[in-house]
Every structure is written in C-alpha cells, then in structure tokens.
C-alpha cells in the first residue's frame, strides 16, 4: 500500500482480556517495527522483524506479549491477559531493510485502552 | 548505554518566528545517523530532517536546520518561519547501529501561534 496502515485506530478492552493489533507495512518493506508510546513520553522500541524472523524481540516487556509476521508482510501484535499498563498508543513502522541509516515510514498507531 | 535526552518538554513560537528544539544525547559509537521526527495529532510521526554523524555539514531541509555537535553530543533542531502547521510533538532519535533499535527522546511540544 502506499503508506503504513494499522487497525484498529481505536481498542478499548477490559483487563484480563486477549487483543490483536494488526500492522500492514509498504509493500516491499522488508524490515518491520513495533514501538510503544505511552502518554507523555517518546517511542519504545518493542520488537523489529527482518522478513518472517524476529530480529530482535528485546523491547516486549514480558511473555504475554508476542507478535508475528508469518509472510513477511503482515505483522500482528498479541497480547494476553490485558492489564490497565498495557495502556498506550502502539506504532508500527516499516523501512525497504535493516541499517541504522534507514528511514522509519510509521503509521498512525492503534490507542489500546485497557479498563 | 546509548541515550536521548530532550530538555524542553514544551515550546512555543509566533508564526513566520525562529525557533530552537534541543537534543542531546550519548553514544561510544564513532559513525551513526540522527533523526528529528514530527508527530503531529493525528499521530502518524513524520521524518523532518536527518543527520550523518560523519558529515561536518549541519543538515538543511527548507525550513529545517540542525545545529549538529560532535563533540559535544548535540543535535538541536531550528525551524525558519515557523507556520501553524509545525505545531506538533517533535521527538529527537538515533538508532543503535549494531541492533537497528530507534531510541527515541520524551519529546518537546511545540505550539506556534498566530
């Protein structure tokens, strides 16, 4: 696609519950980027993937959070039994391969709302 | 470890005025990139300038600038002839060259005003 679309805009789940968050890169993007942003505060980095393979997965603060990207495309990010700390925007972000040197495309992010 | 510190939560600027952002930051890494990107409500962050850590020359995209200190680990972001449409969160960034982490910076916000 021509951007970076993530859905959905907006979660609101209650604690305890499982969501998925879905991030659809540029085509062609081979490199992929979770970040979590919490009110007030810059981006964390969560996990990136190179292809199908988690690059680095050091950012996901604990194991009820994982996330896939099985076609080298599509990334999904999951996570289990919700708690109201969950809370944040989570960004996806793509870029044409790995380096430092690579610009961030990002989408707009899905708000998820943990009561 | 690899730092970003931005020392101005928030700014503000009249609209056509100059404005400075600030940035710095601390690595043991010798060549590495710097980024300013711009978040503007609707969340999506946008790149707005980047810098060779390498290259002497400061940055320049139309009305961005970067005020790029080696030595001295800053990397500060000026913005010519500020419009309504700058107003935005603006988050300083360098990646960690052996892992392709963005570490990013809590931020300045800056409201231009008419």
């Known amino acids: 696609g021509a951007g970076v679309s993530q859905t959905p805009s907006n979660k609101v789940t209650e604690k305890g519950k499982y969501v998925e968050l879905r991030c659809d890169p540029i085509s062609g993007h081979t490199a992929l980027y979770w970040y979590r942003q919490s009110l007030g505060q810059g981006p964390e980095f969560l996990i990136y993937f190179q292809g199908t393979g988690a690059a680095d997965d050091s950012g996901l603060p604990n194991d009820r959070f994982f996330a896939v990207r099985p076609e080298g495309s599509v990334s999904t990010l999951k996570i289990q039994r919700t708690e109201r700390g969950d809370s944040a925007v989570y960004l996806c972000?793509?870029?044409?391969?790995?380096?430092?040197?690579?610009?961030?495309?990002f989408g707009a992010g899905s708000r998820l709302t943990v009561l | 470890a690899q730092t970003v510190t931005q020392s101005q939560p928030e700014m503000s600027v009249q609209e056509a005025e100059t404005v400075t952002l600030s940035c710095t930051y601390d690595t043991s890494e010798s060549n590495y990139y710097l980024f300013w990107y711009k978040q503007p409500p609707s969340r999506q962050m946008i790149l707005v300038i980047r810098q060779e850590a390498y290259k002497q020359q400061n940055a320049t995209e139309n009305r961005f600038s970067v005020n790029f200190q080696k030595a001295a680990k800053s990397f500060s972001l000026k913005i010519s002839d500020s419009q309504l449409g700058d107003t935005a969160m603006y988050f300083c960034a360098f990646p960690r060259w052996d892992t392709d982490k963005l570490i990013f910076g809590t931020g300045t916000r800056l409201q231009v005003f008419p």
């Open positions: 972000a793509s870029s044409p391969r790995l380096g430092g040197a690579n610009v961030l495309t």
